[in-house]
């Protein structure tokens, strides 16, 4: 039987909880009233202030005000103007960390995981442990992966852009 995951589960660091999070289910119901299930194939890890690829290396803004909470929260910003990217909060409160959902089964890229999500910004600092229309569910796979750098983050400078904290399902 699926366990959703708890408050527990997102309290750590976020390269830990994004190499968990792969083979975890994603479970989304829809405002038709339809719940689908998807697989999580690859997530990015941003840690904190002192990772400059991260949001939070700007320090705290209503941007990254939700990075700032307790894990388990929901990071969703736009980029490109037409995107809703995905993040899972991770780590304890005022240590801002996030994972990004780069990948689901049979969906590649974050921008094309926010569309098929249907995400808005109303998902901007849900509660995973206690929302109704999205959550995670641990279904006990343990995928082999690969760790590779982060994808996007040139400006990051070379040591934060060839960290191998990128997760990929094998």
Not at 23 to 34: M, Y
Not at 123 to 141: A, C, N, P
Request: with cysteine; aromatic share 12%.
């Amino acid at each position: 039987m699926p366990q959703k995951l708890d408050s527990d589960f997102f309290c750590r660091e976020s390269v830990i909880a994004a190499q968990e999070l792969l083979g975890k289910s994603l479970v989304r119901v829809f405002d038709s009233g339809e719940t689908k299930r998807f697989i999580i194939t690859e997530t990015e890890a941003y840690l904190g202030e002192e990772d400059l690829a991260c949001h939070a290396s700007k320090g705290r803004t209503p941007r990254t005000e939700v990075m700032y909470h307790a894990g388990g929260k929901i990071y969703v910003y736009l980029i490109y103007g037409m995107y809703r990217l995905l993040n899972f909060v991770t780590g304890e409160e005022n240590h801002p960390q996030a994972v990004l959902i780069r990948g689901l089964e049979g969906c590649s890229g974050p921008g094309r995981v926010g569309k098929l999500l249907k995400l808005d910004k109303s998902f901007y600092g849900e509660d995973l442990t206690k929302s109704k229309r999205i959550w995670l569910e641990d279904i006990d796979l343990k995928p082999k992966f690969t760790a590779t750098p982060r994808i996007g983050i040139d400006y990051a400078g070379e040591i934060w852009k060839n960290k191998l904290w990128r997760f990929v399902i094998k």
